[in-house]
């Protein structure tokens, strides 16, 4: 029940996130700094306490994911809107995404999610440009600033390769093992 309303929580905080990327002047910037890193223990918590109370299931681990994969995306996408990274990034989260899960499904035929190395560190990695936006948008010097959407922009297109990079992995591996 925890584990689910920290999940939940991060649910919640989809819409709000991705507003305080595409419309600025609707969130205050340390409020969406504090939606993400809301965003992130909820995360880091939620399959904590599933397991140290006995609640782990593959439903939790599938809602857990999926509302991992729907709060990068609104965020990314949201993001990418506005002109702040590329929009390929929110694209292939979603690609790489639904084939974890059909792949994972259908054709290994588990009730659990099986996640692979490179995948696992992509859903990591994906809320790192999104801290580094939030905090562009605090009042920090205008050349930090630069910085920070600069390195954010480069994260992106480093994160579509080892999506790509995931993606063909779990392709090939689907091959041999099929």
């Known amino acids: 029940m925890i584990a689910h309303a920290l999940t939940g929580l991060r ?21 969406l700094l504090g939606c993400i890193l809301l965003a992130i223990a909820s995360d880091m918590l939620d399959g904590v306490a599933a397991r140290r109370m006995g609640t782990a299931s593959p439903s939790g681990q599938l809602f857990d ?26 694209l292939l989260v979603a690609v790489a995404f639904g084939q974890y899960v059909l792949d994972s499904h259908f054709l290994h ?11 696992r560190w992509n859903g990591i990695a ?9 905090v562009a948008r605090l009042e920090v010097p205008d050349t930090l600033a630069q910085t920070l959407f600069g390195a954010a922009a480069v994260l992106a297109w480093i994160l579509v ?6 993606i063909a992995d779990r392709a090939l591996a689907g091959r041999r093992t099929g």
Do not use: E, M, N
């Open 11 to 31: 649910l919640l905080l989809v819409v709000p996130t991705a507003i305080g990327f595409a419309r600025p002047d609707l969130l205050p910037p340390a409020w």
């Open 65 to 90: 994911h999926g509302t991992d994969c729907l709060y990068v995306t609104a965020a990314l996408a949201a993001a990418a809107y506005v002109g702040l990274l590329t929009p390929l990034l929110p």
């Open 109 to 119: 035929r588990d009730k659990v999610l099986r996640s692979s190395f490179i995948g």
């Open 126 to 134: 994906y809320f790192v440009p999104l801290v580094i936006l939030a």
């Open 161 to 166: 390769i080892t999506t790509l990079v995931s």
